[in-house]
C-alpha cells in the first residue's frame, strides 16, 4: 500500500505532465551536488522543470498518462526533465550539460507520443525552435510574392522615373 506521500508526489508528477508535450529522462549519477544545482539552475532559466521521482512512481505516472515507451529507460538513478512551454529547450539543456559532463547520460525522450533515443535528442537539441521554423517557412511563402511585387512597383515607377528625369534634363537647358 503507497504512502500518502508517495500519492501526492504520484498525483503531483501527473497533474505536472498532463499537457506537457516533450518528456526527457537522465541518468545523473556520478554528478556532484555542485554540478546538478548548476544544472537545476540552466533548467530553470529557461522555465524546465527538472525532478527526481522513484522509477515505480514515474513509471505509474506515464502509464496513466497512456506514455509506456519510457518503461525500459526507468532503470538506475532517472531525472525527469520537462517544460510545459516548450518540448525542445530540455533536449537544448539536457544536451549542452552532458557535452559539460560526461556523467550525465540522456536516456530517452517522449516528443508528441515517439520515442527518442540519446542520439535523436542531441539532434532534435540542434533544430531551432518552432517559433523561429515557423518563421522560416512562413519567408518562404511570401518571398515569391514580395518579389514579384517589388517587380510590379519598379516597372511602374520607371515611366514616372523617366518622365521625372525627361523633365529635370529640360529645365536644365532652359
Known amino acids: 500500500m503507497p504512502t500518502p506521500q508517495k500519492e501526492q508526489v504520484l498525483k503531483d508528477t501527473q497533474e505536472r505532465i498532463t499537457d506537457v508535450r516533450g518528456i526527457y529522462l537522465a541518468d545523473f549519477s556520478g554528478l556532484t551536488v555542485e554540478k546538478m544545482t548548476d544544472l537545476r539552475r540552466r533548467c530553470r532559466e529557461q522555465?524546465?522543470?527538472?525532478?527526481?521521482?522513484k522509477n515505480t512512481l514515474l513509471r505509474r505516472a506515464f502509464n496513466a498518462r497512456g506514455i509506456t515507451e519510457l518503461d525500459d529507460f526507468l532503470v538506475g538513478n532517472t531525472g525527469l526533465v520537462f517544460s510545459p512551454a516548450s518540448e525542445m529547450a530540455p533536449a537544448r539543456?539536457?544536451?549542452d550539460f552532458a557535452k559539460e559532463n560526461e556523467k550525465l547520460k540522456v536516456k530517452a525522450a517522449v516528443v508528441d507520443g515517439r520515442l527518442f533515443d540519446a542520439k535523436s535528442i542531441a539532434m532534435l537539441a540542434t533544430l531551432p525552435s518552432r517559433e523561429v521554423l515557423l518563421s522560416q517557412v512562413l519567408a518562404t511563402f511570401i518571398a515569391p510574392m514580395t518579389q514579384f511585387l517589388a517587380a510590379v512597383n519598379a516597372a511602374l515607377a520607371t515611366p514616372a522615373n523617366m518622365a521625372d528625369a525627361l523633365h529635370r534634363e529640360k529645365s536644365k537647358t532652359s
Not at 522555465?47 to 521521482?53: A, D, E, K, T
Open 93 to 95: 539543456i539536457l544536451s
Open 47 to 53: 522555465g524546465v522543470q527538472f525532478r527526481v521521482i
